[in-house]
């Protein structure tokens, strides 16, 4: 298994340019989460997803938007980059079983620069 | 807001026993805490969690006091590879674990 993979592993994009961040995972799992971290800051949760078909906003989801098109995949969508979007993005999926060891598994990565 | 307390870095020698500390006071009936870290540049790891009893695992030991407001991360034989950022999570028992990271604790495990 690969756990959960991120693409790309490294992005710089110019002000007002858009892309999006991949996140497959291949554990079956319901849940799925985007955070991004800052240089010297714990995680902050943008978006997650509580199963196919849906998501949900986190602690700061202004400016990102996202997409649960299929159960594997997890898409972090930014339409008009702003420099405050340099960061770190992580992704990370978890089963839906309560009272059950429903860790969150991260990905890699994505390190994105805005300039 | 992250519901935990931890000191911001800490220093522990090779081969010795590693103890992270966390304030978690205001941690209700329905909430575990979750131990992860995160090695520089990787996303974090799932190290451990607890509810009310002491936990152990091969990566480590979770000691949580008996009124649940504060718990210890026990690493019992540190390696230079053990040297990472630990955070100390309370999350709801129930439901997307929406993880609220705090800063951290960055241990450094020294030869």
């Known amino acids: 298994n690969a756990g959960v993979t991120q693409t790309p592993k490294f992005r710089v994009l110019k002000t007002g340019q858009s892309m999006t961040l991949l996140c497959a995972q291949d554990m079956n799992h319901e849940y799925m989460y985007w955070y991004r971290q800052d240089p010297g800051m714990g995680l902050r949760l943008i978006h997650y997803?509580?199963?196919?078909?849906?998501?949900a906003k986190g602690e700061v989801p202004d400016g990102y938007n996202v997409s649960r098109l299929k159960k594997q995949n997890f898409l972090l969508g930014l339409e008009s980059a702003a420099p405050s979007q340099t960061s770190v993005y992580f992704c990370?999926?978890?089963?839906?079983?309560?009272?059950?060891?429903?860790?969150?598994?991260f990905g890699p990565g994505t390190r994105l620069t805005v300039l | 807001d992250a519901k935990t307390t931890q000191p911001t870095s800490m220093d522990c020698a090779e081969g010795r026993a590693a103890n992270l500390p966390c304030n978690h006071s205001t941690i209700s009936g329905n909430e575990y805490v979750y131990w992860y870290r995160q090695i520089h540049s990787q996303g974090p790891q799932y190290i451990i969690h607890?509810?009310?009893n002491n936990e152990t695992n091969e990566m480590a030991s979770l000691i949580i006091t008996e009124d649940r407001k504060s718990s210890t991360l026990i690493l019992p034989h540190a390696t230079l590879r053990d040297t990472a950022v630990y955070y100390c999570i309370v999350r709801p028992i129930q439901g997307a674990q929406k993880l609220v990271f705090g800063q951290g604790t960055r241990l450094t495990i020294n030869p």
């Open positions: 990370a999926s978890s089963t839906d079983r309560v009272l059950v060891d429903n860790e969150q598994f």
């Open positions: 607890g509810l009310k």
């Open positions: 997803s509580v199963g196919e078909g849906t998501t």
